[in-house]
């Protein structure tokens, strides 16, 4: 019989789909058809299928070989805004600043559950 999957890993999983996603949801179509939001759009999807990539991933490695990559795309994406010089979506900014923050608390949470320390009690 299998384990069951740990839930950080459906949240990290969500994160991906969400990152994938987003520049249809968050960008109005003209824009995207413009080519105004075509950094923003690379830089969602391509963390976005990292992170899918790393949810699918084998649980039994070592444990800094399972959150370094998390803590590295979410460092990524919070940093991404002023790198890339996103031209001027506030909501393209916070939605890297919040999913980047989120990929990073996923990773602090993978570590307390694998050191058995509870979350939340």
């Given at each position: 019989?299998?384990?069951?999957?740990?839930?950080?890993?459906?949240?990290l999983?969500?994160?991906?789909?969400?990152?994938v996603?987003?520049?249809?949801?968050?960008?109005?179509?003209?824009?995207?058809?413009q080519?105004?939001?075509?950094?923003?759009?690379?830089?969602?999807?391509?963390?976005?299928?990292?992170?899918?990539?790393m949810?699918?991933?084998?649980?039994?490695?070592?444990?800094?070989?399972?959150?370094?990559?998390?803590?590295a795309?979410?460092?990524?994406?919070i940093?991404?805004?002023?790198?890339?010089?996103?031209?001027?979506?506030?909501?393209?900014?916070a939605?890297?600043?919040?999913?980047?923050?989120?990929?990073?608390?996923?990773?602090?949470?993978e570590?307390?559950?694998?050191?058995?320390?509870r979350a939340?009690s």
């Amino acid at each position: 019989m299998r384990k069951p999957v740990p839930p950080h890993k459906w949240l990290l999983a969500a994160m991906g789909i969400w990152l994938v996603l987003s520049p249809f949801v968050l960008f109005r179509e003209e824009t995207l058809l413009q080519g105004m939001a075509e950094l923003e759009a690379l830089a969602f999807m391509a963390i976005g299928i990292g992170v899918l990539v790393m949810s699918g991933a084998d649980g039994r490695s070592h444990l800094l070989a399972r959150v370094a990559p998390g803590s590295a795309l979410g460092a990524s994406l919070i940093v991404a805004p002023a790198a890339l010089n996103f031209t001027g979506h506030i909501v393209a900014t916070a939605n890297a600043w919040l999913t980047g923050s989120a990929l990073i608390a996923l990773a602090v949470w993978e570590v307390m559950a694998s050191r058995g320390l509870r979350a939340v009690s």
